[in-house]
């Protein structure tokens, strides 16, 4: 990427942390550098094309004809910055893009439909205006109004943006409205190029979506056809132009598989490794697609004759494979999961890239009325199944006043089953749930206590940056101290770890573990609580048993907020006085630690 796009980029996302809530967002991410959120608004600040569609799907369905201005998605994946990882195949031939709308609703394309084609043959549109016949006042003198008028309502209908709009696919059933994310998928991340284990290459084999596997070895029985290629490479420039005779691929494949299914794709690999992703979208409805070609080559005996895929109409040669090793039939559909996502500890900009993609890959959430507000434009109006505070015990115990211990009990677990079974139903209806959780989740987050047994392989944790690392920062920005390191021990340019460990704990732990408590107070360690502004009852007489009244301490408030955070140093002995006070009991870390002396 040039610096330049470097530039816009960081515009464009200082943009879309600051954009107003309530305006919804198309997430981009997946295998990509820099996640992006995009709302109609940023969509039309970047250069757009004109394309027209006649809506017809392939059950003869009619939706108008319509105009629409929009971004080709060539556009806004090059500004997401493709990126595979890990050591495999390098190339980006074999990636797919997964398109889903907020109805769950899935097209997946491949990289090479969007990447070697004409940019507007696939756009992200922002506005759309009907095409209306010249002639319509005409249409009641030949038509009858049964006849015509619904045609005519469906050129004034709603349609809900942004849109996945292919212009070059003769029926539109991979057009979608309302889409929320695109999803860049690594299918093989872990595959390798590899070396051939044969000499052979006179045969290849077809596998299905079951993983039954056909063996090719002769192209009789289709009819022929000849395509004219101009082989241009992205990577070696002009090759010549040349003919190949074979058969269609989709003439190939129509007994093999259910061809209506969209989310498919087909990883063509050749004998070496090298392998190209076509979408079954591409193949079965542009009508380019019957000009895919498998070319047989003769060798000089049977046994070196080979299988050569040609894709005559790609505007660069690197979709082609020589020595065609198999075709493979691959469902790029996700198994239903939850995802634990950790949305930092503060203000939005502390999310992570990582966080908002995962957004864009859940259909619904459950977080606190207050997260959902702050991170709308993220969540693309998706439902919010419940607010998992409301399962906290002392918030629970909070809004529901005077009920005994056992009514409190049965009442808390009743709500919780009826909150556990919003998720299942959710999962077995094959929709993902993201659940928005303050800081680090796997720090004290409460989801593990209650939902984690019920999701128990089924869910994957987004880390998020915790309130240990933001309160840090505090410290460094106030010159307390100029570094951190923590749980290590050794020798280290470091006031607050004071050349030993960083140990992080709560109050309760605490008490079950008086033991720890007091070998930290010995060695001189930081201790670094959570929760304890609110448990100050019993926190202040624990630590009082190991500490001395003028032992340092320091309260971090509210770290991570912008405007809002606070260091307050003090001593044990006026910790309580200090922390009532302040009033705050949630948010905020308690410091203790002979590092903290003369601060």
Aim: glycine share 8%; aromatic share 8%; proline share 5%.
């Amino acid at each position: 990427m040039k610096k330049s796009s470097g530039i816009i980029l960081a515009a464009f996302f200082i943009a879309f942390l600051a954009w107003p809530a309530s305006s919804q967002a198309l997430t981009i991410g997946g295998a990509v550098r820099q996640p992006l959120n995009l709302s109609n608004e940023d969509l039309a600040r970047f250069d757009t094309v004109t394309v027209r569609l006649n809506d017809l799907t392939r059950d003869k369905r009619f939706n108008g004809v319509f105009t629409y201005r929009g971004v080709p998605l060539r556009n806004l994946l090059e500004m997401a910055a493709i990126a595979k990882e890990g050591p495999g195949f390098w190339k980006s031939t074999d990636l797919a893009i997964v398109v889903r709308n907020r109805e769950g609703k899935r097209t997946v394309l491949s990289w090479g439909e969007v990447f070697y084609k004409n940019p507007s043959n696939v756009v992200i549109a922002y506005a759309a205006s009907p095409v209306i016949p010249h002639h319509e006042d005409s249409c009641i003198k030949c038509h009858p109004a049964s006849l015509y008028q619904p045609v005519l309502d469906r050129l004034k209908r709603d349609i809900s943006f942004p849109q996945l709009v292919l212009s070059n696919d003769f029926y539109s059933d991979r057009c979608l409205e309302d889409i929320v994310s695109i999803e860049v998928v690594d299918i093989k991340a872990e595959g390798t190029k590899k070396k051939p284990e044969t000499t052979r290459t006179d045969s290849f084999t077809i596998t299905d979506i079951t993983g039954k596997s056909v063996p090719i070895s002769s192209l009789s029985g289709h009819s022929p056809i000849t395509v004219t290629f101009k082989e241009v490479g992205d990577g070696r420039g002009y090759h010549g132009i040349r003919n190949y005779t074979g058969i269609s691929l989709p003439d190939l494949l129509r007994s093999v598989d259910n061809l209506r299914e969209m989310d498919r794709v087909l990883m063509v690999t050749s004998k070496d490794g090298y392998r190209s992703t076509f979408s079954f979208g591409e193949v079965f409805l542009d009508p380019l697609g019957e000009r895919l070609v498998i070319a047989e080559s003769k060798g000089v005996t049977p046994e070196k004759n080979s299988f050569t895929l040609v894709p005559p109409d790609d505007l660069a040669a690197d979709r082609m494979l020589k020595s065609i090793d198999t075709i493979e039939i691959l469902s790029v559909k996700d198994e239903p999961k939850m995802y634990i996502i950790g949305i930092g500890c503060g203000d939005p900009n502390l999310i992570t890239l990582e966080a908002i993609s995962a957004m864009g890959k859940a259909d619904a959430f459950i977080a606190s009325k207050g997260t959902m507000e702050k991170f709308a434009r993220y969540l693309a109006g998706k439902p919010l199944l419940f607010d998992p505070m409301g399962n906290f015990e002392p918030r629970f115990r909070k809004n529901n006043p005077g009920l005994s211990p056992t009514e409190m009990k049965k009442k808390l677990e009743a709500q919780r089953a009826a909150d556990m079974k919003k998720i299942r139903d959710t999962l077995a209806a094959g929709k993902s749930i993201a659940l928005l959780d303050h800081g680090d989740p796997t720090i004290y987050g409460g989801w593990q206590h209650w939902i984690e047994p019920e999701v128990a392989g089924h869910f994957e944790v987004i880390t998020g940056l915790s309130a240990f690392n933001a309160a840090n920062a505090m410290f460094a920005n106030d010159k307390i101290y100029t570094g951190i390191s923590a749980f290590g021990g050794g020798k280290q340019d470091n006031l607050l770890c004071n050349n030993g460990s960083a140990i992080l704990s709560a109050p309760q732990s605490l008490a079950a573990n008086e033991g720890l408590l007091k070998a930290i107070a010995e060695s001189g360690d930081t201790l670094a609580i959570f929760m304890g502004l609110g448990n100050m009852d019993v926190l202040e007489p624990l630590l009082k048993k190991y500490y001395p009244e003028t032992a340092p301490v320091a309260i971090a408030y509210k770290a991570g907020y912008v405007n809002e955070s606070r260091l307050v140093m003090t001593t044990l002995g006026k910790l309580r006085k200090i922390e009532e006070a302040n009033g705050e009991k949630m948010v905020g870390m308690i410091y203790l630690g002979s590092c903290l002396k003369g601060k």
